[in-house]
Nanobody, 125 residues
Framework: QVQPVESGGGSVQAGGSLRLSCSAS????????MGWFRQAPGKEREFVAA????????NLSDSVKGRFTMSRDNAKNTAYLQMNSLKLEDTAVYYCASCPRDYRLCTGEAQYHYWGQGTQVTVSS
């Protein structure tokens, strides 16, 4: 079992940066793909990024590609989402979750087993 806890959310002006962290308890963290999703008000939760269990591969949605990067530190049981050039439309609650499959297959909510409570990111003009 890998139970994620997100942190690092907050308010930032458009064009700014934030780094989200996902700390996960459980001795099997390094064997799971980790992913980030987000949910904006009135919208469905959407896939943002996923990273392979060793960190050598990442998959990002088209809406964040070139602006966001995902990394992980298995020694710290932590995954990160670095968000640069933030836009108003990035405003959402961001969730971290764990997926037991290859990261290239972990793009839908159904593939993820354990979810964090979410952290709010608000981008203002």
């Amino acid at each position: 079992q890998v139970q994620p806890v997100e942190s690092g959310g907050g308010s930032v002006q458009a064009g700014g940066s934030l780094r989200l962290s996902c700390s996960a308890s459980g001795h099997r963290f390094s064997t799971y793909t980790m992913g980030w999703f987000r949910q904006a008000p009135g919208k469905e939760r959407e896939f943002v990024a996923a990273i392979s269990w060793r960190g050598q591969g990442t998959n990002l949605s088209d809406s964040v590609k070139g602006r966001f990067t995902m990394s992980r530190d298995n020694a710290k049981n932590t995954a990160y989402l670095q968000m640069n050039s933030l836009k108003l439309e990035d405003t959402a609650v961001y969730y971290c979750a764990s997926c037991p499959r290859d990261y290239r297959l972990c793009t839908g909510e159904a593939q993820y087993h354990y979810w964090g409570q979410g952290t709010q990111v608000t981008v203002s003009s």
